[in-house]
Structure formats: structure tokens, C-alpha cells
């Protein structure tokens, strides 16, 4: 069998796995990236000496395909455990939970006993419905893919635990509304909770993963492409520089992106293109004489806020209970606006951003405004691919489309909307392929 060339155009997380997988299964691999990097939303930068992940930001134990990348690429001694806890703000005050001692939303007053109780009776029902499912793949999560989030938690557990458990969850992780998500993401996200799964740092950075991928294969970055053209035999993909002919392409872009490149005549591709994408603006801040002293829990990795708490700020991580070695001297929080303030500050000028961030901090670390030293500002008109109800069941009808393709999508809007998700809907995109090329010999 003659080895088939594959085009994969994107450098992000969804394109580095899938290209490398075909150069593995023996495929000719050529990677078009747009821009002068590689990684996506898979970066990091260096802040006084210090190390922070302005896009993606934790990997988990429960990534399965993330896990067997880190495995092949020799990377797993890297992967370093964060704090199991994270604080929700109620009535102003942190209140550290963790997923693995469930009965700490009721001793740190985040939820009532009754409500306590709630949350364990729904969750124990949740995971005997959803247990065996994978937590890779979301297609196989389409039977619940029929109302919000919001609807579903409303009526598996109450609106308290709506609004403090899952929404600041769901608004810190997806930059979403409940009412705005399908209940197939929240309930596929709560079973890392019920199944034990914990978050995961990389010791160099969310980078090293995407660096790693990239060693052995061929990229041409500043690629941008025009166009794809395909017909039975080929496809033909068009720069402002040259034309390459591929038997395959592998399209691993954002769905905004995708949709200008991409003319289909099938109804479910068609809508899958059409995803949006939720902005997010992630601030890093550097205290060279590390926090105040605070009644913040001193354990907690993260803070979430939840909208009934919030004035703009989503999210908080405290970078050393991330990774201590992330941090040369002092704190480095990162903070995540999400949502309708995003939309909002987007393109707003550094001083009106911190006009509204820094007083809100201030109210969780009394006296830290002085100490901030330097700010850096990561502005993600792309953040994350909304989930709304019915793309988990497209995602379903798109893999079992019958007769081949020549032009493969992947990336966070074709599976589960986080880097496990985008690396799972790239490796299946890599499995269609082989098996399409070996088929036809």
C-alpha cells in the first residue's frame, strides 16, 4: 500500500495529535499553521520569571488520550498533581470543597444539610445512569443530549445547587450560562468529580505538550490558508504561496475559522461549523510579596465565583497551589472573565480592565492592590465552543456519516469542550483516515 499524504491545517492541540498519529500509522503529514506558533490554546508564558498557561489551563487524570500522548512523547513525569481543593465564594467568603471528601459543600457552609443531601441523592442517581459511559468520547453522551443544564439541574437536584455548585463551574471551565449548555456536557464534567479524577499540571507548562508533539513532524507556521477544494480522488488546499495536493485534510481549526474554509452540502457538518465560541479575557498578576493574609482558605488551587456572588471575575488561580516550581518568587494569580463582562472588556484598554478587576480581588485579599506588581492581559476572542442542546447528537451523526470523506474536522467543537475533547475528535479523525486509506489499499 502507497503511503497516503495527509494536509492537517491548524498547529493547535486537535491538530499536533492527529498529525501525529498518521505520521505514526505511516501517513506523509504536512501541518499549516496560520500564525507564528504552535500550540493554540495550549501556551504559556513567563511573567517576572514565573510560568502561566494564558489559555488552556489544567490538564486532569481523567484525560485518557491526553494520558497515552503524555505516555508516547514521554512526557508522564511531568504531569504534577494540584490542590484537590477549590473555593466558592458564598456571601463573600471562600468556601474550600473537594470532589474527593464530597461532604465538605456542607462543613465549609457552602450548601445547607438538606441541600447537602440533594447534591448526594442527585449524584448518586447521575452516576448510576452515566457510570459506565467514557469520559473521552462525548458522542456516546448523545441520549442525554435533549435539555440545558439549567433545566436538568433544576430538576435532579434544586436551584441552590444550580446556582453555587454547578454554575461556577460550568461559567469557570466553559466561559457558559447552564441555560445556555447542554445537560450532556454538565453531566459528562460532574462524573470527574464522582469518578475521582483530579486536575494535573505540566512541570514545564501547558506548552511542553503541544512542543512535544510537534519534535518529529512537519509544519510550515505563517500558512495561512485560503481555501479547500476536494473532489473523489484529492483534495487540493490553497495558500497565498502554493497549492498542495493530499489524498486527506484533516481540518483542526476553530469552527469560526473552519467555516470560512469549508463548503459542504451536508446538513449536520453544516451546523457543527456553526458552533460559537465564547471570549474569555485571562489576566495574570504577579505580587512579588506574595498575598496578604486573608480568611481566603489557604489550601484551595482555584476560586470560582458564582454569578450570583460575581461582579466580572469568573475565576482565580492561585499559581503555586497550581504548581509550586510555576513561580520563581512571591504569587502569581490568574484571573478569568468570562461571559457577558468579556464580551463587554474585550477589546477594552488595560486600565478600564483593571478598574473593574482589581477592586473585586481586593474584596477577596483585602490589601493586595498595592502589592500588584505587573499585569499581563490574554485576550481569547475563541476561548471555548459552546455546547448547546443538540451538538453532542451532530457530533454522533457526523461519525457515523456513511461513505468516506476527504476533509476531516477536529478540534474542542467536535467532541467534549476542553483539550481531552479536541484531542479525542483529532485521534478519531487520525483512526477514519487509516482505515479509509487501508480499505482502499
Given at each position: 500500500?502507497s503511503?497516503?499524504?495527509?494536509?492537517?491545517?491548524?498547529?493547535?492541540?486537535?491538530?499536533?495529535?492527529?498529525?501525529?498519529?498518521?505520521?505514526?500509522?505511516?501517513?506523509?503529514?504536512?501541518?499549516?499553521?496560520?500564525?507564528?506558533?504552535?500550540?493554540?490554546?495550549?501556551?504559556?508564558?513567563?511573567?517576572?520569571?514565573?510560568?502561566?498557561?494564558?489559555?488552556?489551563?489544567?490538564?486532569?487524570?481523567?484525560?485518557?488520550?491526553?494520558?497515552?500522548?503524555?505516555?508516547?512523547?514521554?512526557?508522564?513525569?511531568?504531569?504534577?498533581?494540584?490542590?484537590?481543593?477549590?473555593?466558592?465564594?458564598?456571601?463573600?467568603?471562600?468556601?474550600?470543597?473537594?470532589?474527593?471528601?464530597?461532604?465538605?459543600?456542607?462543613?465549609?457552609?457552602?450548601?445547607?444539610?438538606?441541600?447537602?443531601?440533594?447534591?448526594?441523592t442527585?449524584?448518586?442517581?447521575?452516576?448510576?445512569?452515566?457510570?459506565?459511559?467514557?469520559?473521552?468520547?462525548?458522542?456516546?453522551?448523545?441520549?442525554?443530549?435533549?435539555?440545558?443544564?439549567?433545566?436538568?439541574?433544576?430538576?435532579?437536584?434544586?436551584?441552590?445547587?444550580?446556582?453555587?455548585?454547578?454554575?461556577?463551574?460550568?461559567?469557570?471551565?466553559?466561559?457558559?450560562?447552564?441555560?445556555?449548555?447542554?445537560?450532556?456536557?454538565?453531566?459528562?464534567?460532574?462524573?470527574?468529580?464522582?469518578?475521582?479524577?483530579?486536575?494535573?499540571?505540566?512541570?514545564?507548562?501547558?506548552?511542553?505538550?503541544?512542543?512535544?508533539?510537534?519534535?518529529?513532524?512537519?509544519?510550515?507556521?505563517?500558512?495561512?490558508?485560503?481555501?479547500?477544494?476536494?473532489?473523489?480522488?484529492?483534495v487540493?488546499?490553497?495558500?497565498?504561496?502554493?497549492?498542495?495536493?493530499?489524498?486527506?485534510?484533516?481540518?483542526?481549526?476553530?469552527?469560526?475559522?473552519?467555516?470560512?474554509?469549508?463548503?459542504?452540502d451536508?446538513?449536520?457538518?453544516?451546523?457543527?461549523?456553526?458552533?460559537?465560541?465564547?471570549?474569555?479575557?485571562?489576566l495574570?498578576l504577579?505580587?512579588?510579596?506574595?498575598?496578604?493574609k486573608?480568611?481566603?482558605?489557604?489550601?484551595?488551587?482555584?476560586?470560582?465565583?458564582?454569578?450570583?456572588?460575581?461582579?466580572?471575575?469568573?475565576?482565580?488561580?492561585v499559581?503555586?497551589?497550581?504548581?509550586?516550581?510555576?513561580?520563581?518568587?512571591?504569587?502569581?494569580?490568574?484571573?478569568?472573565?468570562?461571559?457577558?463582562a468579556?464580551?463587554?472588556?474585550?477589546?477594552?484598554?488595560?486600565?478600564?480592565?483593571?478598574?473593574?478587576?482589581?477592586?473585586?480581588?481586593?474584596?477577596?485579599?483585602?490589601?493586595?492592590?498595592?502589592?500588584?506588581d505587573?499585569?499581563?492581559?490574554?485576550?481569547?476572542?475563541?476561548?471555548?465552543?459552546?455546547?448547546?442542546?443538540?451538538?453532542?447528537?451532530?457530533?454522533?451523526?457526523?461519525?457515523?456519516?456513511?461513505?468516506?470523506?476527504?476533509?476531516?474536522?477536529?478540534?474542542?467543537?467536535?467532541?467534549?469542550?476542553?483539550?481531552?475533547?479536541?484531542?479525542?475528535?483529532?485521534?478519531?479523525?487520525?483512526?477514519?483516515?487509516?482505515?479509509?486509506?487501508i480499505?482502499r489499499?
Open positions: 500500500m503511503k497516503k499524504s495527509v494536509v492537517v491545517i491548524g498547529a493547535g492541540m486537535a491538530g499536533l495529535s492527529a498529525a501525529h498519529r498518521l505520521r505514526e500509522s505511516g501517513c506523509e503529514v504536512h501541518v499549516l499553521e496560520a500564525t507564528s506558533r504552535i500550540g493554540g490554546r495550549a501556551s504559556t508564558d513567563f511573567v517576572e520569571d514565573s510560568l502561566i498557561d494564558r489559555g488552556a489551563q489544567f490538564l486532569s487524570d481523567g484525560y485518557e488520550n491526553v494520558c497515552r500522548l503524555l505516555d508516547e512523547i514521554k512526557l508522564r513525569d511531568s504531569f504534577r498533581p494540584c490542590s484537590p481543593w477549590t473555593a466558592v465564594i458564598k456571601d463573600g467568603k471562600g468556601r474550600a470543597v473537594s470532589s474527593s471528601r464530597p461532604w465538605s459543600v456542607n462543613t465549609s457552609g457552602l450548601l445547607n444539610l438538606a441541600d447537602s443531601m440533594a447534591l448526594a442527585g449524584s448518586r442517581q447521575l452516576m448510576k445512569e452515566t457510570g459506565a459511559l467514557p469520559l473521552d468520547d462525548f458522542s456516546r453522551w448523545r441520549e442525554f443530549d435533549d435539555q440545558t443544564a439549567a433545566a436538568w439541574i433544576e430538576r435532579q437536584f434544586n436551584r441552590q445547587i444550580l446556582e453555587y455548585v454547578f454554575e461556577p463551574m460550568l461559567q469557570s471551565f466553559f466561559f457558559q450560562e447552564p441555560e445556555d449548555m447542554s445537560r450532556a456536557l454538565a453531566m459528562l464534567v460532574w462524573n470527574f468529580g464522582g469518578r475521582d479524577k483530579q486536575p494535573r499540571a505540566l512541570r514545564g507548562g501547558m506548552e511542553d505538550l503541544p512542543h512535544a508533539l510537534a519534535e518529529n513532524l512537519r509544519i510550515s507556521l505563517r500558512s495561512p490558508v485560503l481555501g479547500i477544494a476536494e473532489n473523489s480522488s484529492q487540493r488546499v490553497i495558500t497565498a504561496e502554493h497549492e498542495l495536493i493530499a489524498d486527506f485534510a484533516v481540518l483542526a481549526v476553530p469552527a469560526p475559522q473552519a467555516r470560512t474554509l469549508r463548503a459542504s451536508d446538513e449536520v457538518e453544516n451546523r457543527l461549523l456553526e458552533t460559537p465560541y465564547s471570549p474569555a479575557l485571562v495574570a504577579f505580587v512579588p510579596d506574595g498575598l496578604p486573608t480568611a481566603m482558605p489557604s489550601d484551595v488551587h482555584g476560586i470560582m465565583v458564582p454569578r450570583r456572588e460575581r461582579r466580572v471575575i469568573g475565576g482565580i488561580t499559581v503555586t497551589r497550581k504548581c509550586a516550581i510555576y513561580v520563581d518568587r512571591g504569587e502569581l494569580l490568574q484571573v478569568v472573565i468570562g461571559g457577558e468579556a464580551r463587554r472588556l474585550l477589546d477594552a484598554p488595560q486600565e478600564d480592565i483593571l478598574g473593574e478587576v482589581v477592586p473585586e480581588i481586593d474584596s477577596y485579599f483585602p490589601g493586595i492592590s498595592p502589592r500588584i505587573t499585569v499581563k492581559i490574554y485576550r481569547w476572542p475563541e476561548a471555548a465552543a459552546c455546547t448547546p442542546v443538540g451538538r453532542c447528537r451532530d457530533i454522533h451523526r457526523y461519525r457515523n456519516h456513511e461513505g468516506p470523506r476527504k476533509v476531516y474536522l477536529a478540534g474542542d467543537y467536535m467532541g467534549a469542550r476542553n483539550v481531552e475533547g479536541a484531542v479525542e475528535s483529532a485521534l478519531w479523525a487520525a483512526r477514519a483516515i487509516a482505515a479509509q486509506a480499505a489499499g
